[in-house]
């Protein structure tokens, strides 16, 4: 019942690995949802495939294509980008799901940005809509921190209450006011998946305080927070909640908008990591 998770252990031997191969560490790590693409500034290194860094096999999902590089900003920083990541509905344990945050964080990165794609719940959503997540409620019925972990990584019971760090979000309003750029925010409500919700869920979640839902970054937010990073969530809303346009919902829909949105969000995390990771910040 002690015993350290397995998966855990061979968080040193990626650690090492990465060291021994001089891959650049980065101060932030972006976790890239949905089509997401960042051109930040200098590229230094990759992109590089998830499976060269991760211990077990790995699979892309439609849209989803899995890699890891880093760039320099021109604060100077250094951001590693993961684009795509392993989702728990694609049968990946909680551990698994998090294993990149936690090795950047090992390597020593102090801040974790994740976008993701979300259905919206509040009035008018609108696909296109761009959020801030400003807390999450997990139900996913998983945690990352189940089990024994090294307790050097954080405490047994982290603190959550501040889980979308409050200066980052005060960050990325002003870039988005600088942009000209509509920014809302919400609450994210974080669901396994991968079935899209039916209407009374949708409502249940509302009544529930939710005004984002989608099928990720809650686990690695609870990760990242538990061994004190800073974290910042962003959702692209494709969708009102339980309803498209077109009245039903699929994962080609989702894509559409991602990619119809994607000049404004890269500009708009460009200038936001920018800031995030000037050192010392
Ligand atoms: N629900 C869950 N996940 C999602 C949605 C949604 O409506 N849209 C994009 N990801």
Redesign the pocket.
């Known amino acids: 019942m002690d015993d350290i998770d397995p998966l855990s252990r061979q968080l040193s031997a990626a650690v090492a690995l990465w060291r021994s191969r001089n891959w650049p560490v980065g101060d932030v790590l972006l976790v890239g949802g949905s089509g997401l693409s960042v051109d930040l500034g200098e590229p230094i290194w990759g992109p590089t495939d998830l499976a060269d860094v991760l211990p077990f096999a790995s699979d892309a999902i439609v849209g989803h294509a899995l890699s890891i590089e880093a760039m320099r900003a021109p604060s100077g920083g250094h951001v590693l980008f993961q684009r795509g990541r392993l989702h728990a509905y694609q049968g990946y344990s909680p551990a698994q799901v998090v294993f990149t945050v936690r090795l950047a964080r090992l390597l020593g990165a102090h801040t974790l940005v994740v976008t993701n794609?979300?259905?919206g719940i509040y009035e008018n959503a609108r696909p296109g809509d761009l959020a801030l997540i400003c807390d999450h409620i997990n139900f996913t019925g998983l945690n990352p921190l189940r089990g024994a972990l090294p307790p050097e990584w954080g405490p047994r019971f982290p603190d959550l209450s501040c889980a979308y760090d409050a200066d980052l979000r005060r960050r990325a309003r002003e870039v988005a006011a600088a942009q000209g750029l509509e920014l809302r925010e919400g609450v994210y409500a974080g669901?396994l998946?991968p079935s899209?919700?039916t209407p009374a869920e949708v409502e249940a979640l509302r009544r529930l305080g939710g005004d984002l839902?989608?099928?990720s970054t809650v686990l690695e937010v609870i990760a990242a927070r538990h061994m004190g990073m800073r974290c910042l969530g962003l959702s692209l809303v494709?969708?009102p909640?339980?309803g498209s346009p077109t009245g039903t919902?699929d994962h080609d829909d989702?894509l559409e908008v991602s990619l119809a949105v994607s000049d404004a969000v890269q500009k708009f995390l460009a200038a936001l990591l920018d800031e995030a990771v000037v050192p010392g910040s």
Do not use: W
């Open positions: 794609a979300a259905g669901l998946g899209y919700e839902v989608g099928m494709t969708n909640a339980a919902l989702v």
